[in-house]
């Protein structure tokens, strides 16, 4: 891999599969027929995209010693050492420049959100990433602040049940997450991320359990919800429920039993069963709104 390609990869564009929670807003909105509102909202997911990746490039910056004995993130440019740290340093000023910049065009609601997601990381890098289970809601709090900048950041009404089903599954994840790593360090966990010495296979088994059933919960009576109901003009979208479930109970199968579950990102659409379920939800929600 050439230098260029290995500043690309230090910025982890597979991560910004995430960044998709920026565009629920005027899915579930119906603001799609505003082509100013679009490309605001698309702006927002462009500027996300850039910000998260100059976090990932500060956090490799700290972590990279502790990389190094990772099983697989001693591959990361940094801990690699095919990328210098002055290089790393630039790319991520660069990008939260252009972020930043971007989300001064949306709004000043839009830039609040962004310095909000830069600070709250921050202090997550420094100290929060060590507190057992405010790490996870720390890291679910980012996918509120996304969907957030697409809604409140361009001027459309935020979903409350939306907003408590993202919760909830983000929680799913991020437990889903310190499980697998649990399971892929063993021992050595600890060393590697400090907090994990904290969580316990069956603490963690708990709390996914907890978080599947808020998920499936929520999202069910969210679809029944006469303001949901009302707001789309269909009583079908329980009809969906099941195509969530199924990618649910897949992914706790591949954590268990396939050992994944460390990089949700990459796993989501990895397994073909979950990438179908969710490009069947995709499409049955939109058949069934529009």
């Known amino acids: 891999m050439n230098r260029l390609g290995d500043l690309f990869y230090l910025m982890r564009p597979y991560q910004w599969v995430k960044n998709s929670f920026v565009l629920v807003g005027i899915f579930f909105g119906h603001a799609w027929g505003n082509l100013f ?20 490039i500060f956090n490799d910056l700290i972590d990279r010693e502790n990389d190094r004995s990772h099983p697989t993130k001693q591959y990361r440019p940094l801990a690699a050492g095919t990328v210098g740290v002055k290089a790393a340093i630039s ?27 830069v600070i709250m990381n921050l202090a997550y890098s420094f100290k929060l ?30 979903s ?13 994840l991020g ?38 059933a808020c998920v499936l919960m929520s999202y069910g009576l969210y679809t029944m919800s006469p303001e949901t109901i009302q707001a789309h003009g269909t009583e079908n979208l329980i009809y969906t429920l099941p195509l969530v479930a199924y990618a649910i109970f897949r992914y706790i199968f ?37």
Not at 37 to 56: H, K, P
Not at 94 to 114: C, D, F, K, N, T
Not at 135 to 151: E, M
Not at 176 to 189: C, P, S, T
Request: aromatic residues 8%; positive net charge.
């Open 37 to 56: 509102m679009v490309t605001q909202v698309v702006t927002m997911a462009i500027a996300f995209s850039l910000i998260s990746s100059a976090i990932y």
């Open 175 to 212: 437990f889903a997450k310190r499980r697998a790593e649990i399971m892929v360090l063993q021992e050595g966990g600890a060393n590697h991320r400090r907090v994990l010495a904290d969580y316990s296979p069956i603490l963690l088994d708990k709390m996914i359990t907890v978080t599947a």
């Open 160 to 172: 409350r049940w939306l907003e408590l089903c993202s919760l909830m599954l983000t929680l799913f």
């Open 91 to 117: 790319l991520a000023m660069v990008l939260g420049v252009i972020s930043l910049g971007l989300g001064e065009w949306v709004s000043r609601a839009a830039l609040l959100i962004l310095l909000s997601y």
């Open 254 to 290: 591949l954590l268990h039993h396939q050992g994944k579950g460390g990089e949700p990102s990459q796993d989501l659409r990895r397994d073909p069963h979950i990438l179908f379920s969710a490009i069947g939800w995709a499409v049955l929600t939109l058949w069934l709104i529009y």
């Open 129 to 158: 990433k060590h507190v057992v289970i405010l790490d996870v809601f720390i890291i679910a709090t980012g996918f509120l602040l996304r969907i957030l900048a697409g809604t409140v950041g361009v001027g459309i009404a935020p």
